[in-house]
């Protein structure tokens, strides 16, 4: 029985550490986006557009500010993520929406790695370290 105790301890480290804690964590959650970063400085939202990230099971889903977007995901050892494909409705919006909207559905495409904060944030990042920012949707 003393040697059960640290195996059970072992399995939940080595469970963690795979990333077994991390796939629940964004599980059940939504976010709306703020910003993003393509290397040329922090982008706010744009005014009148509310883009969205959602997830639910291994279904991701959302808007970009134009158009409505859902797929799949998959989170891997740490912080890694793998979204998509995505499937995206085809609405026009104005010039600046659409460039917005292109950063974003850019950036999830090629997202690797996300960031949670304890400030309620969540980073999307891609490889050449891009960002997008989002804060979570309180639970009321």
Do not use: H
């Amino acid at each position: 029985m003393r040697r059960l105790v640290p195996l059970v301890a072992l399995v939940g480290l080595l469970l963690a550490a795979c990333g077994g804690e991390n796939a629940s964590t964004l599980d059940g959650t939504s976010w709306t986006y703020f910003a993003y970063d393509i290397g040329d400085g922090v982008v706010q939202k744009l005014p009148n557009t509310s883009p969205t990230l959602s997830f639910e099971g291994d279904v991701v889903s959302g808007s970009d500010g134009c158009n409505d977007f859902t797929g799949s995901y998959e989170i891997s050892s740490g912080n890694m993520i793998e979204i998509g494909p995505l499937a995206s409705t085809q609405k026009a919006c104005e010039a600046d929406v659409m460039a917005q909207a292109d950063v974003i559905m850019s950036i999830l495409a090629d997202a690797f790695l996300y960031e949670k904060t304890s400030g309620d944030e969540l980073f999307m990042r891609n490889e050449t370290a891009n960002f997008l920012g989002y804060n979570r949707v309180s639970d009321e």
